[in-house]
């Protein structure tokens, strides 16, 4: 008997997620240019999904898609779409329209594109937020993961710190508004701060990350200093530039 020629079969694979933020292709294109030259090994000719979630119904969609392609990123989807015109747009550009999952959260990777130097929001006011309220307090919030996390598995605490009992695959995705904590083998990639909460920290008993990051700002594995490599570390942000200190 002849075995068939195609199997189908599920399975999951990690893509980073770009929000895009401004309407306008060419900014765009300058921002994403800056982010591969940042870390080119993690960015280059990388397949990623587009949310435009955030974009106006009338966005020239051909005009955005040269943009990013030119970049050399591989668009693979597009997500954030509500917009029944724009999607038959990009329908026929031969995109699929996709649907993202409850916990599936852009990686960056990178901050939202363009950050905020485009486009300056206002300062809250200092009643909004006191400053003597810490990160831990702001996300009371804990989700607990007491399983190994797989490879193609991504997890998101919402508003909430993210901990981790078991090891973590390479391949795998922590994602959290407030901090991570690692109590096995960290080998996946670490997000925290994806919200952009500045004061968020990454502890992790046993650092061998393919990512980590704070607020957007991350190193791809070749960036962490060789002395923390698979030992205690704690990361944070200082002036807005990660940072990585013994974990005691």
Known sequence: ?????I???GSS????????HHSQPGVIRQALQEKIEQAPAFLKNAPVVLNIAALPPALNWLEMQQAVTATGLRVVGVSGCKDEHLKQQILASGLPVLTEGKDVRKAPEAAPIPTSAVEPQPEPAASEEPESVTVTEKFARTRIINTP????QQIYAKNADLIVTSSVSAGA???????????????????AGASGEQSAEIFCTHLAAELVSIAGEYWIMDQIPSEFF???????????????????
């Not at 996390?149 to 193609?152: A, D, E, I, P, T």
């Not at 698979?230 to 005691?248: E, H, K, M, N, Y």
């Open 1 to 5: 008997m002849s075995q068939t020629p």
């Open 7 to 9: 199997e189908l079969k």
């Open 13 to 20: 694979f990690t893509l980073s997620v770009i929000h895009l």
């Open 149 to 152: 996390v797989r490879s193609g």
């Open 173 to 191: 995705e922590l994602v959290a508004d407030g901090n991570i904590h690692i109590y096995g083998m960290m080998r996946g990639r670490a997000l």
């Open 230 to 248: 698979q030992q205690a570390a704690r990361l944070s942000l200082t002036d807005g530039v990660l940072s990585i200190q013994t974990l005691s």
